[in-house]
T-cell receptor, first 113, second 112 residues
Framework: NAGVTQTPKFQVLKTGQSMTLQCAQDMNHNSMYWYRQDPGMGLRLIYY???????DKGEVPNGYNVSRLNKREFSLRLESAAPSQTSVYFC????????????FGNGTRLTVT | GEDVEQSLFLSVREGDSSVINCTYT??????LYWYKQEPGAGLQLLTYIFSNMDMKQDQRLTVLLNKKDKHLSLRIADTQTGDSAIYFCAEMGPGGYNKLIFGAGTRLAVHP
């Protein structure tokens, strides 16, 4: 049982390049999320998908797009990377219900030069 | 808006108790959470407390909730070196769907 799998683990981009971060979960969860983690700022929600076929903006969506490809997969795309997007990106999933915990992947460390 | 605040560092001696504190702003939060992050890994749920509770105990962990002061604490008894990690406090954001609002995290260092 892999849980939440993110690829790649590390990535270096030049300013203006594009890339897609992949996330897949095998827990049959309805909801999936993308967070970014920056030093001293905790985790901030970029986008979330409450269920297959829906996506919504979180706290910091600018510069990102997402696709809920199916129930298992939720990808995050940077169309034109900027140094301010240097961060660690975490994908998470959860079941429906207020006390259903978030299950996190191990993160993607992205550096934009 | 919603905000969750924590102190950034805590250093304790092995065997002592650790207390990590957190303040939050949204009094309507139904659940409050503690997550643990070990180096190079994602966050793992440690424990949570429902807003109608004052205290929750789970083995070495004790969570205290003071709703009047919007203060949450996590006590780890008999702290071990394996407890060294970053601990995040989180509250449920508006609109449900488990959109959590996280604090900046408290780095716990346990020394012999």
């Amino acid at each position: 049982n892999a849980g939440v799998t993110q690829t790649p683990k590390f990535q270096v981009l030049k300013t203006g390049q594009s890339m897609t971060l992949q996330c897949a979960q095998d827990m049959n969860h309805n909801s999936m999320y993308w967070y970014r983690q920056d030093p001293g700022m905790g985790l901030r929600l970029i986008y979330y998908s409450a269920s297959e076929g829906t996506t919504d903006k979180g706290e910091v969506p600018n510069g990102y797009n997402v696709s809920r490809l199916n129930k298992r997969e939720f990808s995050l795309r940077l169309e034109s990377a900027a140094p301010s997007q240097t961060s660690v990106y975490f994908c998470a999933s959860s079941d429906v219900g207020l006390n259903s915990p978030l299950h996190f992947g191990n993160g993607t460390r992205l550096t934009v030069t | 808006g919603e905000d969750v605040e924590q102190s950034l560092f805590l250093s304790v001696r092995e065997g002592d108790s650790s207390v990590i504190n957190c303040t939050y702003t949204d009094s309507s939060s139904t659940y409050l959470y503690w997550y643990k992050q070990e180096p190079g890994a994602g966050l793992q749920l440690l424990t949570y407390i429902f807003s109608n509770m004052d205290m929750k105990q789970d083995q070495r962990l004790t969570v205290l909730l003071n709703k009047k002061d919007k203060h949450l604490s996590l006590r780890i008894a008999d702290t071990q070196t394996g407890d060294s990690a970053i601990y995040f406090c989180a509250e449920m954001g508006p609109g449900g769907y488990n959109k959590l609002i996280f604090g900046a995290g408290t780095r716990l260092a346990v020394h012999p």
